[in-house]
């Protein structure tokens, strides 16, 4: 089964920038998606960002929900197990904890509206907070 671990959340003002890892393993298959979601305070948990990882590919398939299109990318690491989403130009609305997940049986598509349940494997979280 997949293990996930995220890091890099913390504090920044409006404007600023943070990148957020998440190192995936225990992988048999040949393809997984992995995703960030994130969920305010009261709020239900939201798709932000997805990448179809296919073994011995550097790139693949990515998506974007459209409140972070043109401010967050996501991408594989130079280590093919660890992803990156880094967010730029963050804004207050995108605060909240960011999880990262990942499933080797959904693709990565319409990341905006993939209900959480999709993905069967997610890390602990990570608090992003932006604030002034």
């Known amino acids: 089964q997949l293990h996930v671990v995220e890091s890099g959340g913390g504090l920044v003002p409006p404007g600023g920038s943070l990148r957020l890892s998440c190192a995936v393993s225990?992988?048999?298959?040949?393809?997984?998606?992995i995703a960030w979601f994130r969920q305010a305070p009261g709020k239900e948990r939201e798709g932000v960002s997805c990448?179809?990882?296919?073994?011995?590919?550097?790139?693949?398939?990515?998506d974007y929900a459209d409140s972070v299109k043109g401010r967050f990318t996501i991408s594989r690491g130079n280590a093919a197990n660890t992803f990156y989403l880094q967010m730029d130009n963050l804004k207050s609305e995108d605060t909240g904890v960011y999880y990262c997940a990942a499933d080797p049986e959904i693709r990565c598509m319409e990341i905006g509206v993939t209900p959480s349940s999709y993905y069967g494997f997610w890390g602990q979280g990570t608090q992003v907070t932006v604030s002034s």
């Open positions: 990448f179809g990882s296919s073994n011995g590919v550097v790139g693949g398939p990515t």
């Open positions: 225990g992988y048999t298959s040949d393809y997984y998606a």
